[in-house]
Antibody
Framework: QITLRESGPTLVKPTQTLTLTCTFS??????????VGWIRQPPGKALEWLAL???????RYSPSLKSRLTITKDTSKNQVVLTMTNMDPVDTATYYC????????????WGQGTLVTVSS | QSALTQPASVSGSPGQSITISCTGT?????????VSWYQQHPGKAPKLMIY???SRPSGVSNRFSGSKSGNTASLTISGLQAEDEADYYC???????????FGGGTKLTVL
């Protein structure tokens, strides 16, 4: 049974760096073809794909946010960490992590999401 | 990269069929069979309904089907039920950035 859970601060100030952790179970990020991605959704708005990391450390980023994002993995802890620099109120959103098979670029298992508010 | 284009809203009566379109370019929808569809109920995480244009994950009702023609993918829901009322998002691999792009979402109302 695959599960994912996001954790991190619920409130960050403008210009600060956000660090979110995705802790998962039911699969290993050392298994060929496996990936974990991050997606966000501002209140009342659409989903936005952010970043993804694969078992072989291949990393992909949204081109519009690439300069601000870093995605890393800790295989031994079953965790994926996303950092986003220079946070702004427009980055207020629910942030999700999800399991992503390399073979189809889909997101087949999702965490419940964590709401991050950017405000001074 | 631009988001894929979806209608803002669609509606249908119980038992009817509806189709939601998702228009991209030859760099994404038209160039690859990596189109997925997600259902999202209010306050919930999205759920994968279709992947690889037309494949259904285990447990997803066969009332949901996907297809593609040129740069436009489509999600069809047959035999509409009240529980189908939700937001639907398409996504596709895009070669322009070797990443993934989502559509703007479509709100389905079951009348």
């Amino acid at each position: 049974q695959i599960t994912l859970r996001e954790s991190g601060p619920t409130l960050v100030k403008p210009t600060q760096t956000l660090t979110l952790t995705c802790t998962f179970s039911g699969f290993s990020l050392s298994t060929s073809g496996v990936g974990v991605g991050w997606i966000r959704q501002p209140p009342g708005k659409a989903l936005e794909w952010l970043a993804l990391i694969y078992w072989d450390n291949d990393r992909r980023y949204s081109p519009s946010l690439k300069s601000r994002l870093t995605i890393t993995k800790d295989t031994s802890k079953n965790q994926v960490v996303l950092t986003m620099t220079n946070m702004d109120p427009v980055d207020t959103a629910t942030y999700y992590c999800a399991h992503s098979p390399r073979i189809n670029w889909g997101l087949d298992y999702w965490g419940q999401g964590t709401l991050v508010t950017v405000s001074s | 990269q631009s988001a894929l284009t979806q209608p803002a809203s669609v509606s249908g009566s119980p038992g009817q069929s509806i189709t939601i379109s998702c228009t991209g370019t030859s760099s994404d929808v038209g160039g690859y069979n990596y189109v997925s569809w997600y259902q999202q109920h209010p306050g919930k995480a999205p759920k994968l309904m279709i992947y690889d244009v037309s494949s259904r994950p285990s447990g997803v009702s066969n009332r949901f089907s996907g297809s593609k023609s040129g740069n436009t993918a489509s999600l069809t829901i047959s035999g509409l039920q009240a529980e189908d009322e939700a937001d639907y998002y398409c996504s596709s691999y895009t070669s322009s950035s070797t990443s993934v792009v989502f559509g703007g979402g479509t709100k389905l109302t079951v009348l």
